[in-house]
């Protein structure tokens, strides 16, 4: 095919060019163009390096290991300036890797301090503990030590000291000669166990860690590690004392031989002297017949003895006389509040004074008599008054206040006085206005009464008698016989009764009737005699003649009745 010939000489010039510089540098210009403008423009130069930068970094590492020790400085920077800046976001990313070991670490110190607590509490008060730390301290040995190799509570057996990735046993430590024969299996074992465990109820997770286990009476307690777990076999429960110093010697381990650790390949050589890191865990009864001061016998035991029994005694004597005081007041306290009328409302102890706070009617016996019956007590009383409502109390203050008379008996039934007796009006009127004065509604009721007559109403009685009281003579006559001089002298008494009360003597007029038969001079003469007789044995009975007055009438009445004596009382 013919080649066609170009429009004009420039272009031909062109042409000739191009093909030149593509024999030289062996690029298309479009293609070296692009390369220009690729290392020209950032976005395109920064697209390029991403596609390769990853792929560079790693071979990088693998050669020398130099990334790392180049990036460490600027990804810490980087990091502590993120945190300073916003600590959030950073909490959250690595709180699913931070907070179960957080969970972990505070569960196992919590039940390490309960389960110290516990066991502190019930031996540190007891005879046994007293004993034990006294062995202790002739032996030489902290008490924890002691009751690790004596006390049947506890004892540290054997220890193992597995690889954690492959299970091998490092090393194992025992307590007596009795160890089991094959530490290996044991290992192995146990190495199973926490796979099955992780497998079974963790998902997997390499962070689960199994931490113990119970067969029978032994305990195993497994403190996991980096590369590496410790697991102790204790008789019974193991202290907290041991769990921390396993922990703690796990710790020294993965310091020691981390190194050893990380390359392991099999050989357990290096890792013989672990034996007198973890050996202080199996402490034997021969190490500690070995220590100097088991040494202390003899006379120099006798004076932590007697300053222990004294010690006790003292501890005993105390509690004793706490005792006898604590119950001296409670008895105290029974009695004062089963007296009526006393109410305790506050009993507390001041310094050595037991002081009683209360109300106390003024009525009710006193508290300080009470109190004597326990003399070793200095007791102080502070009472209020009020009224008791206790029925001895209340018939005790209603016969104080009502003061009654002699005859005159009180019996109160709840706010009801009933009197029974000789009383007077004016007493019983005086009785109701003072038990208006009681608090409550009280009443007074009139039972077996006798009422008791005033003066004035005793004058009047007497003036009554004296005057309704009747002397009778025969017809035609002025004599007397024995009866009617006693009736005479009867009324003689009354009127000396009555002069008593009085505040005057009275005038006794002694009146002398007949009735009309026969002729008037001679009935008006008869009934001159018939009084003037009265009046004699008056004045015979001891009535002063200057009180007697006589006087005769005569009736107008034919009657039997008409021919009488009486008196009346003038003032």
């Known amino acids: 095919m013919a080649r066609a010939q170009p429009d004009t000489p420039g272009d031909t010039h062109e042409e000739d060019l191009a093909r030149l510089r593509k024999l030289v540098l062996g690029l298309d210009p479009d293609e070296l163009l692009a390369v220009v403008n690729a290392f020209a423009d950032p976005q395109l130069r920064t697209r390029a390096m991403s596609e390769v930068l990853t792929e560079a970094l790693r071979r990088r590492n693998e050669a020398d290991g130099s990334v790392g020790l180049a990036l460490g400085p600027t990804i810490e920077d980087a990091l502590r300036s993120s945190i300073r800046r916003n600590p959030a976001p950073l909490a959250e990313a690595i709180y699913p890797v931070i907070g179960p070991s957080i969970r972990k670490a505070i569960n196992a110190a919590i039940m390490d301090m309960v389960e110290s607590l516990n066991r502190a509490v019930n031996e540190q008060l007891s005879w046994q503990a007293l004993r034990w730390r006294f062995a202790a301290w002739r032996a030489g040995v902290p008490y924890s030590e002691y009751l690790l190799l004596n006390n049947v509570a506890y004892r540290i057996e054997q220890v193992f000291v597995i690889h954690k990735d492959t299970g091998l046993l490092l090393q194992h430590v025992a307590a007596t000669d009795e160890a089991i024969s094959d530490p290996d299996m044991v290992s192995g074992m146990l190495s199973a166990i926490q796979d099955f465990i992780r497998d079974s109820f963790e998902n997997g997770d390499t962070s689960s860690d199994l931490r113990s286990m119970r067969t029978g009476s032994r305990t195993v307690v497994i403190e996991p590690g980096r590369h590496a777990i410790a697991a102790m076999v204790v008789s019974g429960v193991p202290p907290a004392e041991k769990t921390a110093l396993l922990a703690d010697l796990v710790d020294r381990l993965h310091a020691g031989w981390g190194s050893l650790l990380d390359s392991f390949d099999g050989d357990t050589a290096p890792f013989a002297s672990l034996r007198d890191l973890f050996q202080p865990l199996v402490m034997t009864a021969a190490d500690i017949s070995r220590t100097p001061a088991g040494e202390r016998t003899g006379w120099r035991q006798w004076p932590l003895i007697l300053a222990a029994v004294g010690m006790i005694t003292l501890v005993a004597m105390w509690q004793w006389q706490s005792h006898q005081h604590r119950a001296q007041v409670a008895a105290l306290q029974q009695a004062l ?154 009324l003689a008494d009354r009127v000396t009764e009555l002069v008593g009360l009085a505040p005057e003597p009275p005038t006794i007029v002694v009146y002398g009737q007949s009735d009309f038969t026969g002729s008037l001079d001679l009935n008006r003469v008869l009934s001159e005699r018939r009084a003037a007789t009265v009046r004699e044995v008056l004045l015979d009975a001891g009535v002063p003649p200057e009180m007697l007055v006589s006087e005769g009438i005569i009736s107008a009445v034919d009657d039997p009745s008409a021919r009488q004596v009486r008196l009346a009382v003038r003032w």
């Open 337 to 490: 509040g089963a007296e009526p009328g006393l109410v305790v409302t506050r009993l507390y102890k001041s310094g050595g004074t037991v002081r009683v706070e209360g109300l106390r009617d003024v009525l009710a016996r006193e508290p300080g008599e009470i109190a004597s019956a326990w003399p070793q007590l200095q007791v102080a009383f502070d009472f209020k008054p009020y009224f008791a409502a206790d029925p001895e109390l209340a018939a005790a203050r209603v016969e104080q206040l009502l003061t009654p008379p002699d005859g005159v008996t009180l019996s109160v039934e709840g706010a009801r006085v009933e009197v029974s007796g000789e009383v007077d009006r004016p007493w019983v009127e005086r009785a109701r206005g003072a038990l208006k004065a009681l608090p409550g509604d009280w009443a007074l009721a009139l039972g077996d009464v006798r009422w008791k007559l005033t003066p004035e109403e005793q004058r009047q009685a007497l003036v009554r008698a004296i005057e309704e009281d009747r002397v009778y003579f025969g017809v035609a006559s002025a004599e007397l016989g024995a009866a009617d001089i006693a009736r005479i002298r009867a």
